[in-house]
């Protein structure tokens, strides 16, 4: 069930583009799409993707075609998929799965449009040079993720004894790992919440990481967001309940996999917007707005 929360989403636009778009308009325009994840796991989201470009008039195989290239969780590999995907010259490039496929993106093409989503503060990672008026050839969508790991040690804080120390999940292979290590320490110490981490980024990890848990009798854990954990939310979901460890996740999809709760953006949505954005750029609109807004997304 829904609680009453707050989330602030920053969906920021380019004010001119290269109309690259335009170029294909006589053939059917290719869309570039580039992801650090896996494909099955996220198919659900693809096809919100999906949905969003359908709502400007594009169906995939009858008037826009899409060349997915997946990282499968092998972030260093997305700076070739992104040169890969330039030589095709695709009419648009959609990053998303984090921070590290925008920004390979971006140093891959300065005249191919863009469309991201992102976790970091899109400002601070270069991508744009602010919210309002991004400039160059990218815009995207910010959910304020990495934020809110902040409010999610909060309320996972609410579930056990004053004093009790709160285990964090990370992924080392992560780029985001040591900023989101960074501000969960400073509310940490800001709280005085005791709170250590520990690091999977393979299923054998993950398998260490909870046998762990279970001997030194861990009463919270708090799972950082991450594309390899979102694939793996049924087995990460599982095994919290197999040990008795109350978990807060980041997306909601943890919580439909059976999970106890989740603070975030809706990743649904997210997606979504990406696609709308995608089809209006194929159509030659070179002005986005830029749109600020909230809404609750606490899930039990």
Known sequence: MRRRDFIKRVVCSAIAWPFAARAQQAAMPVIGYLHSGSSS????????????????????????????RWAEGRYDELPALAADLVRLG??????????????????????????FTCSSDPIKLGLVRSLN???????????????????????????????????????????????????????????GQPISFVRASTETEINSVFAALRDHHVSALLVNTDPFFLARRDRLVSLAADNGVPAVYAQREFVTAGGLMSYG?????????????????????????CRSFSRPNLRW
Request: charged share 15%; proline share 8%; aromatic share 6%.
């Open 265 to 289: 953006a809706s990743l649904a949505e997210g997606y979504h917007q990406v696609g709308i954005y995608a089809g209006r750029i194929l159509k030659g609109r070179g002005l986005l707005i």
């Open 41 to 68: 796991p996220y198919a659900h989201l693809v096809a919100d993707f999906h949905q969003g470009l359908s709502e400007t008039g594009y169906l995939q195989g009858q008037n826009v075609r899409i060349e997915y």
């Open 133 to 191: 008026r991004p400039g160059g050839n990218i815009t995207g969508f910010w959910p304020y993720t990495s934020l809110l790991g902040t409010k999610r040690l909060e309320l996972i804080k609410q579930l056990i004894p004053t004093g009790t120390p709160i285990v964090v999940l990370m992924n080392p292979n992560n780029p985001n790992a040591q900023i989101d290590t960074m501000v969960l320490e400073d509310a940490a110490r800001i709280s």
């Open 90 to 115: 695709v009419a648009v490039l959609v990053a998303q799965g984090g921070d590290p496929p925008p920004m390979a993106a971006k140093a891959a093409t300065a005249t191919i449009p863009i469309v």
